[in-house]
């Protein structure tokens, strides 16, 4: 009777393997814009960006534009059962100057600890320097929450680049410029800031701001929740915050060939570290890196070997930690300039899978972008461009999901 059971388990799992050796993704709703030559209005967006898994089971995301051409802009934010029903939530309009008052450009989404939508437009608003905005996931109750450069110097930051759910419950991100620190050093005369939404009460404050290049770093372009409750990103050097009590510290990557390495830290592994990908200016390659977070100063980084040199290691976009273990990520170019998916071992940063099926005449378009793993363990998407759309529209990007054989979450 055991050797019944082993077999099956056996068989089960043989069934799997050859699952995702040939698994492909599949597109699951297509932007369909109206227009010849690849111009014209996208009623229901156009060029997706993130997407996300609610807490109701529904899919979550924005698109970046309401119209492909010389006059794009707008964008929506929109949700997606897992059968494939799409529903717009918000349309960000132009204003009476075509100024987007409510934003412009939607990329950033997350769920707030209170059900709600929290998301930012990277252009739009005040002086077109971004939008922090929220709404319900039925798309009622749209607010925006703050306009970003809306002080003096955009001492309240501007344009921002990160949004994560903290251990508080508050909601924190950053803006690549900005911040109470002016400083000819830094690019847009500040060098970003770190801020803080209370959910309950909508209340925005910049809670740090990048003052000395030399010592904290400048232009924060990711965060992330790290296993001890600090906030890590990377501002050339990675960075913890701790909102409570208050402390800033930075950890500098290897120098590798004279010069340091840049990461970004992207997960927190089963052991309690993080993962994220670095690269070297002017090596061509890009690579896994291990960050202890108790480590001893100045041996906390450990750098893999590149995965990839070729074109530079290509162009990575969002980063998981999947339930196999191992680390997926979308590759915007890619192998063949179209994109690709790909997986990595979390113990070596050695290329495990590749999945190379985008392009402008695929089913699921082109150029990767956001990349997410569903409770059932399958993977979804979005491709920013391309598609197949009926005779007299054209495609701008698809929502795909992709089933690699790995365990629910």
Known sequence: MKRNIHLAVFFALLACFVCAA?????????????????????????RPY?????????????????????????G???????????????????????????????????????GKLYGTAL?????????????NTDGSGFQVIHLFCSKPNCADGNTPTALVVGADGNLYGTTIYGGAGQTGSCTGGACGAIFRVIPSSGAYKVVFSFTNPQKQGYEPTSLMLGPNGSLYGDAGPLFEFTPSPKRFKVTKFPVVNGIPAIGNPSVVGPNGNIYG?????????????????NGKKGKDVQLFPFYNTIDGGGSPQ???LASDGNIWLCDYNGSTGYGDILSLSLSDGTLLQSFTPFSPSAAVGAYPFGITQAADGILWGTASDFGIAPEGDFADGTVYSLNAGLPPR
């Open 123 to 135: 252009a739009g608003g005040s002086g077109n320097h971004g939008v922090l905005f929220r709404l």
């Open 318 to 320: 969002q980063v998981i």
């Open 22 to 46: 040939n698994a492909q993704p599949v597109p699951v709703y297509t932007f369909t814009c109206t227009g010849t030559q690849g111009v014209g209005p996208c009623p229901d967006g156009g």
């Open 76 to 114: 929506t934010v929109f949700s997606l059962t897992p059968g494939g029903v799409y529903t717009v939530l918000y349309t960000f309009l132009p204003g009476p100057q075509n100024n987007y008052p409510n934003g412009d450009g939607p990329g950033l989404l997350v769920q707030g600890p209170d």
């Open 50 to 74: 993130t997407v996300l898994q609610g807490s109701d089971g529904n899919f979550y995301g924005t698109a970046e534009e309401s119209e492909v051409g010389p006059n794009a802009g707008g």
């Open 277 to 293: 990908l670095y690269f070297v200016d002017g090596t061509s390659g890009i690579g896994l890196f291990e960050f202890e977070v």
